[in-house]
Every structure is written in C-alpha cells, then in structure tokens.
C-alpha cells in the first residue's frame, strides 16, 4: 500500500479511492476530514487519475485551504499548479484574470467590513441620508443579502417605502464602489458567476479545465455558493463533497444546510460515505454528543464511535449568574491543580475555559484575578483589525489607488 494510503482506516481508504461518480463523504467531527480530502487529491495525481491543474479545492478558511497545501506538498511537487482556496480567494483570483471582460478596473481592491462601513458613511454624507433611520448595519445586511442571493439592484422589486429606500442605497453603493474600484467580499463571489455566467467561452474553460472539484464542509455553503459550484461543473467533472449536517451552525451568515440533500439528488449519489470513527473525543463525551445530535430533525445519519477510551463523564453544572459561573470554574480549577499535587501533574497551562462571545470573559478574568489563578487570554483582534495597521494599509490603498 502506498504512503499516502497506509495510515488511512477502512471508511476512509473507500472514501480517498473512489475510482468513479461523484461523492458526498459524511463525516463527523474528528473523523479526519483534512486527512482524506488532502489523501484524496495525492491519490488522483499518484495513480495518473488527474493533473495537477484538473484539481479545484475550495475551503471555507485561508487556514485550511494552507493546511491542505501544505500537507499536499509533502507528497505533491506539484501542488502549486492546482487551484486550493476559499470561495472568496478563488473567486478573486478567476476576476483578476479576467478584470477585462468585467466592469471593474485593473486595479480593483478588497473591502473588508470596516471598510465597507466607512464606503457606506460617505455616501450618507454625499446624499444626505440619515444614519438613524436607515443604520449602516442594516443597510450593509440588506446589500449583502441582496448580493448573497446574486441579486444586483436593477433586479430587486421593493416590497414597501422602506425597502425602496434601502435599494435606492444599494444603487448608489454599486455605482460609488464602481467608481472607486472598490470590492466586499459578497461582489467577490456575485461578479465571478456573473463572469462564468454571461460568457459561455470562460465558463466551458474552466469546465474543461477542472475535471476534480472537492468541496470541504459543504455544510456550510450558501445557495449562492452551490449555484458558482453547479456553474464550473463540466460534463467530465467529478464532485467529491465532504461534510457534515451535524455541524452546520451558520445559518445565520446564509449557510444552507439543504445544499447536502440537494446535490445528493442533483448529482445522482445514492450512498454517501460514512467517516464514523473519531479520532479526537474520548467515549464519554461522544456519547453525550450523540445523544444531544440524535434529536436534530432530518438528519442524514451517523453514529461516531470513539477510538480513545471512557475518559471522565461529562458534568452539567447549572448556575444563576455569569459571576457564580466564574466563582464555580475558579473554584474548580484550583481544586484541580491542588488535587494533582497528591497524584499526575495537573498544571494550570492544561486547563482551558471556552466561552462563547468576547465580551463573557469579564467575569471570569476578575474572578480569576481575585483567586490568584494565572491565566492567558487568546483571541481578541485579528491582526489586520488593529487600528495602527488599518491606518497603515489605508494609506496604501490610497497610493495603489488614486480614486
């Protein structure tokens, strides 16, 4: 058996050796999802199946889609020549190609969600519009769900006065961005199907061109984002989708679980895959977990199992208040540090608390501070967030981009 394949188990190794048609590969949290996908593309380019530049994959992070490359280039000389990214990234990289068959200038740049605000602050104040009838992040959620949707202003029918308003923004906003050379990542993603859409020539090319399109946590595609997929699928391409139902929790940015039953019955895939052993939760914990997910509606299917031991049970521990919730961890902690002083070395360094939004960890950083407990916050802004280096780029923008 060859290195890329010895290391895989049996559900894996079908998964990663699928000689023909199309696949939906469900696989659940742990099971190795990176490993077969990544196993998947060195297969095709060891055994002759696909050339480097066949292969389009398309991940939902910039982390993953170098994770990917990077393990690829341990096995792979070539993977420079194959197309991994985000939709966002792959989107932009297809428009720079072919900026000259767009509306947009040679020189069009990216807006992040600051950026955008501060776009949209303009026009209020070029147009006299008021902020507090009509708020920046209701007006930014209109364009992008528009947008989202591929749906451009001269196209949108407004149900009442309100929605009128809201597309006469959306108008001026995509002239001023035109103007401006300026991009959100919703238009990344619209102005590309719009490319492959309106001409037959680029679009049978790339058809052509990607004869193996893997999708990682398809789960978490919008409709928009599957029609782009079904718009780059050619007669000779083969679609091998991994995902989860289990794990799709973005419906609020626009994700479509949905998409999973759909291209199940579009692409003509009658047993999906399973990937059902978890490398990475000790039994009890699978077992809650498994417990909880059984009662989702309209569940595709599965039922991890453990490849680690029992492990400890969990514990639900039921509180009034964020500070009694802190006082019960600190509590905790230290008595877990102290215990292990009497047995295996237990070190504050092993501990970890989740929470679920920023602004949840002021509890338990005062508590933590009363008892004495060192601890390290992680997270908090993103690099390219930070003031200092925004200005920075600002400046940029305006020396690589005079309008």
């Known amino acids: 058996m060859s290195k890329t394949l010895h290391h895989l188990n049996s559900e894996q190794l079908a998964a ?31 055994n002759g199946l696909a050339y480097p530049e066949h292969i389009l994959a398309v991940t939902f992070t910039n982390k993953g889609a170098q994770e990917i490359l990077s393990r690829l280039q341990s096995q792979v000389l070539t993977s420079h020549r194959m197309w991994v990214g985000t939709f966002h990234g792959l989107c932009h990289r297809m428009l720079r190609i072919h900026v000259k068959m767009t509306p947009w200038s040679d020189e069009f740049q990216i807006m992040d969600t600051q950026d955008q605000k501060s776009a949209l602050k303009r026009l209020y104040k070029n147009y006299a519009i008021n902020e507090v009838e009509f708020p920046l992040k209701d007006t930014l959620r209109y364009i992008s769900n528009q947008k989202e949707q591929g749906i451009r202003s001269l196209e949108v029918i407004p149900q009442n006065v309100e929605d ?53 946590e398809f789960q ?13 699928c050619g007669k000779q391409s083969q679609i091998f989708v991994v995902g989860d139902d289990d794990q799709s929790i973005y419906g ?5 679980v949905e998409n ?32 909880v997910i059984s009662h989702n509606d309209h569940r595709l299917g599965k039922t991890l199992r453990a490849a680690q031991t029992m492990g400890d049970k969990v514990l639900v521990q039921e509180l009034n208040t964020g500070m009694q919730e802190a ?4 509590d905790k902690i230290r008595s877990l540090v102290r215990t292990s002083s009497l047995g295996a070395s237990i070190k504050y360094s092993d501990i970890a ?19 004495q407990v060192p601890y390290k916050i992680y997270g908090g802004l993103k690099f390219y967030d930070r003031a200092e280096i925004k200005n920075t780029l600002a400046y940029l923008r305006v020396i690589a981009n005079p309008k």
Not at 35 to 43: D, E, F, G, M, P
Not at 271 to 276: G, R, T, V
Not at 327 to 330: D, E, N
Request: hydrophobic fraction near 40%; include cysteine; charged fraction near 25%.
């Open 260 to 291: 999973m039953r759909d291209y199940l019955k579009e692409f003509h895939i009658d047993n999906p895959i399973k990937l059902e052993d978890n490398y990475r939760s000790q039994f009890a914990i699978l077992e809650a977990a498994n417990g």
């Open 164 to 216: 009128k308003k809201y597309l006469e923004i959306y108008s001026l906003y995509e002239k001023q961005c035109l103007n401006e050379g300026l991009m959100d990542f919703a238009e990344l993603l619209l102005s590309c199907y719009k490319l492959l859409q309106d001409h037959a020539e680029i679009r049978a090319d790339y058809q052509n061109r990607f004869r193996h399109i893997l999708i990682d």
């Open 16 to 46: 990663v050796t699928l000689k023909e048609g199309n696949a939906l590969i469900l696989a659940g949290a742990g099971t190795g999802k990176t490993t077969v996908l990544t196993s998947r593309i060195a297969w095709l380019l060891e």
């Open 252 to 256: 609020f940015r626009g994700a479509r």
């Open 353 to 371: 608390v989740l929470y679920r939004n920023n602004s949840q960890s002021q509890p338990f950083e005062s508590t933590l501070l009363n008892h």
């Open 220 to 232: 978490d595609t919008s409709l928009f984002q599957y029609k782009w997929i079904k718009l780059l």
């Open 327 to 330: 006082q019960w961890v600190a």
